[in-house]
């Protein structure tokens, strides 16, 4: 009966680390996101909020002058494969932003390239949520 109850308080004892399941790498889960067109549509949330510049410029009321963007979203049936790699020269950074939230983005040096793309964690798994397209 002693052994029983041991093997019982010990298993409670281990429950909540199972419980806690850690996301997956987000470095290994880019890189397969980045090559394999399926595996990129299994992890798009069911509508992805994608935001991208039209190439035309609004003036502002100061006399400035803003890229016009475009907002969308976007079906995981309509979605378009993006390899989110480039030929330029590019620096990535990768920010938790929130436990749940990650911000990736690629920085081109001196080509115009900006992308921001933002992944949340779903049952421990990364999904794509947003991609914003500022590149000029």
Not at 23 to 42: M, P
Not at 59 to 80: A, C, T, Y
Request: aromatic share 14%; proline share 2%.
């Amino acid at each position: 009966m002693k052994k029983i109850c041991l093997i019982a308080i010990s298993f409670l004892f281990h429950l909540p680390q199972v419980a806690q399941a850690q996301h997956e790498d987000f470095t290994t889960f880019l890189e397969k996101f980045r090559q394999d067109e399926a595996f990129q549509k299994s992890r798009l949330v069911d509508s992805v909020r994608v935001v991208y510049a039209t190439g035309d410029f609004l003036e502002q009321k100061n006399g400035h002058f803003l890229p016009e963007m475009d907002r969308l979203l976007v079906s995981k049936e309509n979605w378009i494969f993006e390899a989110l790699t480039f030929q330029e020269n590019t620096i990535e950074e990768v920010e938790l932003v929130e436990p749940k939230l990650i911000r990736f983005q690629i920085i081109g040096v001196d080509n115009g390239i900006f992308i921001t793309c933002w992944f949340l964690s779903i049952q421990n798994k990364w999904h794509l949520k947003g991609y914003v397209d500022d590149s000029t």
